[in-house]
């Protein structure tokens, strides 16, 4: 291929051709070592980030959380705190009374019977919070259970036992740090 | 390595060094910093202590800003080249001024204050053709590449590239004896 660059001598070509290569490995060395700096940086924003983002939804998990269980406490531990006799002509809300209790040997004729007992009734909502856990997978009933349970508990029935399980320890960890809270607020 | 392959990779090494894998920077580094140094002294026409600082600046860059990388639109060495040019535009203004505001107390020995001279005008003169002249030049002096290699990668007859590096030439001349 003709080419006139290749044998048109001129002094530009001098100027235009790539200086003699050097040995830039101290160079190329230094250099990266200042990139990788700012990866790393870079990497330590993202972890704490990350970090952070945790944190928050953590604490959004928490605050739901609390404001689901107050809510029903609301909600279902009215009744519970009456006698059985007293509420049986007033609504119950989320419950409705199922066909017998003696009929069937489900979770809700479990919170029946808890509902309408004079004594363990903490201890019976506790079964039933259970039940709705394992066989019926009903996380709302248990938490309703469950509360009903501690609100008819003693004080002690707040602490965790390994018995438990994880809702039942969430509930009384939520408890604990309420009663603490408002231990130290006033 | 085909087109597609190159994009591929570098669309990878990008996604991994944007998640934080060291290596694949090193690969990114390793495969880009000869070319890149060779451009930027080039550019800087010899001047060494210049060309490291330009080099460093690019690379600085191109780490904080490697999100804003497309494979897709260009190489990695092409993306990188487009930084240097913007270090070396700045770099060169800021000479500009400096040397219009101060002159050297301790002059350097005339023949190696001759070839500084020589190398400033040769890297103002690159600095100041419009980007296909440079390119063009690039591509021939920088790359060693034949007129029908460039012709072949710019999609022109060979005829066409010879008229263009004509015309190139004679512009890089025209700046650099207007820098005289």
Known sequence: ?186 | MRADDRVQRERELRRAVLAGEELAWRMLYDGAFAGLYAYVLWRCGGLRERADEVTQETWLIAVRRLRSFDPSAGSFAAWLRGIAVNVLRNHFRRETRRARRTRPLDAEPIAAEESREQAERIAAALAALPPHYEAVLRMKYLDGRSVADIAAERGESPKAVESLLTRAREAFRQEYLQSE
């Open chain 1, 1 to 186: 291929m003709h080419d006139i660059f290749s044998r048109d001598p001129d002094p530009l070509d001098g100027m235009l051709c790539p200086p003699s290569p050097t040995d830039d490995e101290a160079l190329r060395q230094m250099v990266y070592t200042r990139t990788r700096r700012v990866l790393h940086r870079r990497r330590r924003l993202r972890q704490f980030a990350y970090a952070a983002g945790l944190l928050l939804s953590f604490a959004v998990g928490a605050g739901a959380m609390r404001l689901t269980i107050s809510g029903e406490r609301g909600r279902v531990s009215a009744p519970s705190s009456q006698t059985a006799s007293e509420s049986s002509n007033k609504p119950l809300g989320a419950l409705t009374r199922p066909r017998s209790p003696q009929s069937d040997d489900s979770a809700l004729t479990q919170e029946w019977i808890a509902f309408d007992s004079e004594d363990h009734r903490g201890e019976l909502y506790r079964q039933a919070g259970d039940r709705y856990m394992t066989e019926e997978n009903d996380l709302q009933s248990a938490l309703r259970c469950f509360s009903n349970a501690l609100d008819n508990g003693a004080e002690e029935d707040l602490a965790i036992s390994s018995d438990d399980s994880w809702l039942l320890m969430a509930i009384k960890d939520a408890r604990q740090k309420e009663k603490k809270h408002a231990k130290q607020g006033g």
